[in-house]
C-alpha cells in the first residue's frame, strides 16, 4: 500500500481545522501522517491538533507568516509519505477518500491527481447555493470536477496529491499567493507529469459563509487569472473571460434600455431565461426551492466578482506596460 502525507496549511481556523481532522481521523484506509503548518496566525489550533495525537499520526509545526503557497511548501519538506496530499482548512473528508485514491492509483498511476468538491448535507442554505455556484454546468466551475473537463486536468489545492517525485522534481509552489495552484498545475504539466481526476475523491468544500466573503474570494481569482499571464502568457482561454463578458452584459445593459429597447428587452429574456435554468436545476438537485434562489444569485456574485477582479487587474497591466 502506498503511504500518504496530508498537508494542511491554517491561518486563523482552528475549529475548521478540528472538523477537517476529526474527518481525517474516520478514514477507512490509514496508512497515512498529517502535519498542520501554522501560517504565522494570531488564532492558533495547536491545542486542537493535540486532542487528535491518540487518533491520528499528526505532527504540528508553526512559522513565520508567508502565505498558503510557501506554507505547503513547509509541509511539504517534513513530510514522509509517497504521496503528498493537500486539503484546504474548510474541507471536510468523506471516511472512503484515501481507499478511493488508492484503489485508482492501483490501475490508473498518476502523478499528480485531483478530486471534485461538493456541498455536504449538513452545510447552510447559503454554504449550498455557493458550492453549487462553483460546481456548475452553468458556470464556468461546472466542467472542472467531472469528466466533461476540456484537456488535460489541472488539479486545484483544496484537494489534491502529487507524488514525492512531482515536488522534488518541481520544487513545489512558486507563488504564495494570486494563483498559486494554478501555477503549480501548468508546471506539473509541463515536466510532462501525468495528472487526472479521480471523482470518487472528492471533498465536502465550504468556502465561504455568506456572499460578501464569496464576492471577495472570486474577486481574488479573477485578479490571480491575470496574474498567471506573467508566467504563462497563453493561458487565459476564451472561457476564462466569460464572467467579464457577463460583467460587461449586466453594467451595459440599462443603457441599451434608453438607446436600443428591442437589444434591452432581449438582454432582459436572456437573463431571466439563465435565472430561471439555475433556480430549476439548483432546487433539483439540492432539493430545496430556498437553496435554488439562493444559488441564483451566488451565480451572478461569482460571475461578477471574478469577472471585476479581471477586469480591474488586466486594466492594471495595461497600464504599466
Not at 491520528?56 to 508553526?62: D, G, K
Not at 514525492?164 to 507529469?193: A, P
Request: contains cysteine; aromatic residues 14%; charged residues 20%.
Amino acid at each position: 500500500m502506498r503511504t500518504y502525507s496530508v498537508i494542511i496549511p491554517v491561518y486563523n481556523r482552528p475549529d475548521e481545522v478540528g472538523e477537517l481532522l476529526e474527518s481525517l481521523a474516520r478514514q477507512t484506509h490509514r496508512p497515512f501522517e498529517v502535519i498542520v503548518v501554522e501560517d504565522g496566525s494570531r488564532v492558533p489550533c495547536e491545542a486542537v491538533v493535540q486532542t487528535f495525537v491518540g487518533q491520528l499520526n499528526v505532527r504540528y509545526f508553526a512559522k513565520d507568516n508567508s502565505g498558503q503557497g510557501f506554507t505547503r511548501n513547509y509541509g511539504f519538506r517534513q513530510a514522509s509519505g509517497e504521496y503528498l496530499v493537500v486539503f484546504d482548512s474548510d474541507c471536510l473528508v468523506p471516511p472512503h477518500y484515501f481507499e478511493a485514491v488508492e484503489k485508482h492509483l492501483a490501475t490508473h498511476p498518476l502523478d499528480a491527481y485531483g478530486g471534485p468538491d461538493r456541498a455536504h448535507p449538513d452545510f447552510t442554505p447559503v454554504q449550498k447555493a455557493i458550492s453549487y455556484a462553483m460546481t456548475s454546468f452553468f458556470t464556468t466551475g461546472g466542467t472542472r470536477g467531472s469528466r466533461r473537463h476540456v484537456g488535460v486536468f489541472h488539479p486545484r489545492s483544496f484537494n489534491m496529491g502529487i507524488s514525492r517525485e512531482v515536488f522534488q522534481k518541481t520544487g513545489g509552489y512558486l507563488l504564495t499567493r494570486m494563483g498559486e495552484d494554478i501555477e503549480f498545475s501548468l508546471r506539473i504539466i509541463g515536466h510532462g507529469f501525468r495528472t487526472g481526476l479521480i471523482e470518487e475523491a472528492y471533498v465536502y468544500h465550504k468556502r465561504r459563509t455568506d456572499f460578501g466573503q464569496f464576492f471577495r474570494q472570486l474577486h481574488f481569482f479573477g485578479r490571480a487569472r491575470i496574474n498567471i499571464q506573467r508566467f504563462f502568457p497563453k493561458e487565459i482561454k476564451p472561457v476564462h473571460t466569460i464572467p467579464a463578458l457577463f460583467t460587461l452584459f449586466l453594467l451595459g445593459l440599462p443603457l441599451t434600455a434608453w438607446l436600443l429597447p428591442l437589444l434591452f428587452r432581449w438582454g432582459i429574456f436572456v437573463l431571466l431565461l439563465y435565472t430561471g435554468l439555475i433556480l430549476v436545476d439548483s432546487t433539483r438537485k439540492n432539493k430545496s426551492a430556498a437553496v435554488g434562489i439562493l444559488s441564483a444569485a451566488a451565480v451572478f456574485v461569482q460571475m461578477t466578482g471574478y469577472g471585476i477582479g479581471f477586469l480591474t487587474e488586466g486594466w492594471r497591466r495595461l497600464g504599466e506596460r
